[in-house]
């Protein structure tokens, strides 16, 4: 079936340096978000990215949309211990049970910060 | 605007026993979804809602059900409840088509079947 794949599942990294996620897709996708979730709390909406070879960026954050619109990124520089949380893709793709859309999230990439 | 709120914040129920999860949004969206989320995993979508009396199922609807008769409110149903559904379930809500417009989530529910 169609997959978003994101990795990698955990990444550790020391204050001060950069982190990256990737996300992968099966299929072709119309567009694409990301999410942040603190531990403990619910997803929040970070951006979204829709036209290919899209690059946005906000402040230390820099998100990338595939040429090909099956992959992204998100890059943060310089980390900070707020930066601490899981960062989900999510893509759009259509389920079988029905003729609306949906979002299929990654499993997401759990960034830990050591001071 | 409180947003989405969603109640209860957790709950314990055993095996075979029966539960509504309820979920409540202020910002007039037409669009609602319940999701699940597994220690450690992303998000899976059990149903979504298109508008008040539309509802249809996403990628693990079985042992669920919805519905969906105001635009306000969108319940989960759980009716016989199995350890498998030990999980944190978030509701959401988008003024328009999830993917091209920004999703809302609630605070969650976390549920432990035992």
């Known amino acids: 079936g169609q997959q978003v794949m994101q990795i990698p599942q955990y990444q550790h990294v020391q204050e001060g340096e950069d982190f990256t996620t990737y996300c992968n897709s099966s299929t072709t996708l119309s567009n694409i978000q990301w999410y942040k979730q603190r531990p403990g709390g619910h997803p929040v909406f970070l951006i979204q990215?829709?036209?290919?070879?899209e690059v946005k960026k906000q402040k230390r954050l820099t998100f990338q949309f595939g040429e090909a619109k099956k992959n992204s990124s998100l890059h943060i520089t310089a980390t900070q211990t707020t930066d601490v949380g899981t960062y989900f893709c999510a893509g759009r793709l259509y389920y079988s049970g029905g003729g609306a859309d949906g979002l299929t999230f990654g499993k997401g990439t759990h960034l830990i910060i050591q001071p | 605007n409180a947003g989405v709120t969603q109640t209860p914040k957790f709950r314990i129920l055993k095996i075979g026993q029966s539960m509504t999860l309820q979920c409540t949004q202020d910002?007039?969206?037409?669009?609602m979804y319940w999701y699940r989320q597994d220690p450690g995993m992303g998000l899976k979508l059990i149903y979504y809602s298109v508008g008040a009396g539309i509802t249809d199922k996403g990628e693990v609807p079985n042992g669920y059900n919805v519905s969906r008769s105001t635009t306000e409110d969108f319940p989960l149903r759980l009716e016989l409840a199995a350890p498998s559904q030990t999980s944190v379930y978030f509701c959401?809500?988008?003024?328009?088509?999830?993917?091209?417009?920004?999703?809302?989530f609630g605070p969650g529910t976390r549920l432990l079947v035992l």
């Open positions: 910002m007039n969206h037409n669009y």
């Open positions: 959401a809500s988008s003024p328009g088509l999830a993917g091209a417009e920004t999703q809302y």
């Open positions: 990215l829709v036209k290919s070879g």
